[in-house]
């Protein structure tokens, strides 16, 4: 499908006229004409506003081999799978802040409450307990998904339950979260070793985020990706580029995160900035060869 074709299917689904179009992107109304007719097209930073105001992907505007999605249906599951991901995200980034509380808690913490307020010490491998919040949390979110896109009577309803579910996993995070704070409420961190597990848990966003730029969820959003001129207009080289980064962004991202728990009286900015630069350097790297080899 050529550009003018889905811009002008884009800017229909909207609802915008073209002299819509034209007075936010403060130009004449004759130049969106002219790109609706396949005369000429907008410069790059055109399509970027264009995308804004359409909210699509460039992908969606530029990519010829990728078809035009305007039906509600189409959007839906795409929202469902947006709501699927950040859920999936919330619950890696859950259990690894609960495996990050072994590093920093001391060999025994609070394990019980009776009912007049009395603690009892117990193991600090208890704590392991907090990732059972988040187990339930990923079989409620994977079986809803499962189950939607299977059943026929689920999915006019699959962003309603997906949504529903992640706050359901909120609410099971935010559970864990206290009855943490709760069993390790008397330790006291020194101020390395607190910036560390800052560190570590910066980390372990990182290390939850980047698996979902790969290309096989992130279709070139405007958020997530290796985002370059390169990349941008080419879907081969978003899906090479992307793939790689995806993976080696989330296993640097890994790696920081146990060095920073290990060792965590360590200066916390070597492992920071190590694992950041470690992740970076071979998609750098990765992106500039198959760039190199696409100019020969």
């Keep these: 499908m050529k550009f003018s074709d889905k811009l002008k299917a884009l800017r229909e689904a909207k609802g ?4 819509e179009i034209a007075s936010r992107l403060s130009i004449a109304r004759q130049s969106v004409s002219k790109w609706e007719q396949g005369i000429n097209e907008p410069d790059f930073e055109t399509v970027k506003r264009l995308c ?15 078809e035009v999605v305007t039906s509600a249906e189409v959007k839906q599951e795409r929202r469902a799978k947006k709501v699927f991901i950040i859920s999936l ?8 802040l609960a495996i990050a509380l072994l590093f920093v808690a001391t ?27 988040v187990a339930l949390g990923v079989i409620l979110t994977i079986s809803s998904r499962i189950y939607g896109k299977k059943s026929k009577k689920y999915s006019s309803y699959k962003l309603m339950v997906q949504s529903i579910a992640l706050g359901v996993d909120i609410v099971l995070i935010a ?8 069993m390790i409420k008397d330790h006291n961190l020194g101020a390395t070793a607190l910036m560390n597990l800052l560190v570590a848990g910066t980390l372990a966003l990182i290390a939850s985020v980047a698996p979902f730029t790969h290309p096989h969820f992130n279709s070139r959003n405007p958020l997530f990706g290796f985002r370059s001129n390169f990349t941008l207009f080419s879907d081969r080289a978003w899906k090479k580029v992307n793939s790689f980064s995806s993976i080696a962004i989330a296993l640097s991202a890994l790696l920081g995160y146990v060095l920073a728990l290990i060792f965590i009286d360590w200066d916390f900015a070597v492992v920071f900035i190590s694992s950041i630069l470690l992740g970076i350097i071979p998609c750098l790297v990765y992106h500039e060869v198959l760039r190199s080899k696409k100019g020969d």
């Design 89 to 96: 995200i919330l619950l890696s980034l859950g259990a690894l």
């Design 107 to 133: 060999p025994e913490i609070v394990s019980h409450f009776d009912g007049k307020g009395n603690e009892t010490l117990g193991s600090k491998y208890t704590l392991l307990i907090n990732l059972v919040p």
């Design 175 to 182: 559970v864990a979260t206290v009855l943490s704070i709760l």
């Design 16 to 19: 915008y006229t073209q002299e």
């Design 52 to 66: 804004v105001i359409l909210d699509c992907s460039i992908a969606d505007l530029i990519d010829s081999d990728k």
